[in-house]
């Protein structure tokens, strides 16, 4: 008979069982959009695209990054769904907005805004916080001076106190 | 001026207020005179009346300068006979020099205090001096009526007040006026320098400063001595060494050695027979003598001789034929005498030959403990040997190693080997407490003097003479067993400090000239201190329990000795001596961290230096609850500290900003991202459905 491996590689059954689910439901919202939207749901999935490709390459676990990025580039296209949609959702109406240049434009430029963004506020973030850490720090050293004071030089762990 | 900003006070400060302080108690002693009677003349100088621990000069009485005295200016680092020199203050008799007054006095030339006794000089010739001029024999009646009888008047009252002499010889009794003149006994510990040819054999084989205080059946002894010396008029046994002596007497006896050779009368060698005999309870006593001169008459058959048997036991190639001369080679012969407990050779002659079954017996058992390896068993052996020894001899001293002692004895020996720096002896009297030899020895006298209360004494000073804490170890035993002992410590010695008030007077005196380099109390103060408030128990600073490392600080036990000393004498300006004891404890508040707590501390000390009470003093470094307050609230100052340098550290990194930015950053995106898209989503939706 034969033995089993001492230790056998554990398959994480979930993730197959994650991915089939998020599939079937984008399966679900696809026909419902394409039900409730008709073409405009195809104008809203090109529009899209920037959003899907930021979602695809942000690896961070909060998505901030894609999500900034879908969300303005989902502003660009939102005033021309709902123009395809108020002319009826046709593939004439999606047709017209696809080949006009300042529909693109204001689609994906509204995702590259998002992604200036995304570059843009974490060196004004840092700007701020390096001037809130000087303060900080000036702060937490006046009290380690106080403390070598009133405590002497062995209170930094090292050395006698001294008057 | 708030405390926090007074300037903080420093050893230094302490330093120069001490040395502007005048102590009000100088102890001043009178300057040469004692009793504002007798001026010591230090420019006379009286040789011939030295002891070894005593010097000699020439006094005058104010009173009456026609009067012919001399002082003994005394050592400070030997115990004196105090109870002969107590008794002789009142004691009178025509044929001893009489002690007219003792005190304390400021010696000029030694710049020192000393204890000083102020005696008559005596009158007439040395006999030693005389009896070397040639053959000047003394008739037998001017003998016993001029000389035997007042010196038998003195023995007498001696024993009547409990004290001996010891120190009767040619050259301490003087010749004048057809009468002998007794020199004085209290110059020396009993018998240190007496004539060896004037003690029984168990004094001269014991060390000189170990003898029995008082053993007036040696007084006995030395008169019969004596008098065969002035009977003979010359001194035949002037030239016999010491070691040729003691051999004599070991093997023929006392009379046999020294008298019954020569031609005298019938009554003269009773008078020998009865005295001149090894055996302290045989030999007469001073009231034997008397009737003996009233003509009584005694049927004194020859001391026997101390052969005992008539199969010797052989020891280093040499018979021996007693049990008191084969010890007496033994102790001779320390290394040697172990090969005796090799074997059962001396259990079994002592049992057939001497038949002695008991001492056999406890030869045989001590001999079942030898163990043959010499080196590592060393200590357990001597103790063997000096067992054996003791069984052997059980009416000798207790022989260990080179000295031999009695346990009246011991306590002087002690006193001076410690004193003048003999650790060798110190040491080997420590091993005879130690190893309880004096037990043992008394558990073998069939008979003699009530030793209960020297025992108890002495087995207390057996548990304090090992312990090494202050306050105890050899230092406190000779205070414990020689109570009028002054204070040996070099601080005090000068003061000749033998009160406890005085010690702590002398303290405050030399402070200011101490304090730079030495504590305050050293083993000899401490010891002197634990003495006279009889302390038992190691001290321990329980107060700072918390704080083991102060629990058992020495300074600090020393300052609560001293706070005791103080309440006990109820004494106060002391500041000299505060103010030494704040210099000294002043790096031990470095162990307060906090600045501001020292500084009060150190203003507060300042404050009860000032004051003199060594109690305040005390109650600010045995405040427990500041050094924990300073120990606990330093532990989390570290640990704050610790964390604040660790923060300003994440703080200054790099890495830290980058990371905060980034999540911030985003987070901003985020935010603005999402109120752009939900405004668009509003105003387009207001566009079309005009809400």
Redesign the interface.
Known sequence: MEEKPASAPVVNSDIPSKSKKRFWILVVICILGLVLLKMSFVFLFIGMMPAMVAYLIDHDKNKYSSSTVAALNFAGVFSYLMEIYMQGGTFEAVKERLFDANVWLVMYGAAAAGWFLVWFSPIVASVALDGIYRGRILHLETMQKKAEEEWGKQVTGHGHHEE | MSEDHKP?L?QEDFVALLRQYTPSERLERPRDMVREQYRILTNQPLPELNSKFARAYAVRDEQAPELSLYALVFDSNIPLRQKNIAALKDFRHPNMVALLADGIAEIGILSESRYVIILEKPAGQQLSVLLSQGRNPVSENILVNFMLRPLVEILIEFGRLGISHNRINLSNVYLGKNTVILGECISEPSGYSQDPLFEPIDRVITSPLAKADFSLASDCYAVAVLMLHLILGFKPFDKISKDALVESVLTKGSYQTLAMQWDLSDSMHDLFRGLLNEMRRERWDPESISSWISGRLFNLITPSSPVEVSRSFEFMGQPYYSRRSLAHAMFKNWQEASAVLADTKLGRWIETSVHKPEAAEVVLRLAASYNPDTVRFERANNDLIARTIIVLDPGGPIRFKNLAVTIEGISVLLAYSLLTHQQDDVQTIIQIFESDLLAFWLEQQKSGPDYSALMWKLQKIRSYIKMNALGFGPERCIYDLHPGLPCQSPFVKRYYANHLSEVLYALNIVAPQRSANDDFVDRHTAGFIASKLDIGKELRIHELDVIPNLATNPKLIGLKLLMRAQTKTDMDDLTGLGFWIAIRLFSLF?TI????Q?RQIYNNLRDVAVSGTINDIGELFLKPEVFVADYT??NS??A???M??A??AD??SNNS??R???????????T???S??L???YF??KS?FHF
Not at chain 2, 660 to 667: E, F, H, N, T
């Open positions: 903080t420093k470095d961290h906090r600045a501001s020292r609230g330093f100052a570290v704050e500290y610790k604040r340098k923060h300003i703080l200054k900003l980058i905060q930015s980034r999540m911030a950053g985003r987070g901003i995106a985020q603005l991202a999402y752009l898209c405004a668009t989503v387009t939706l079309y």
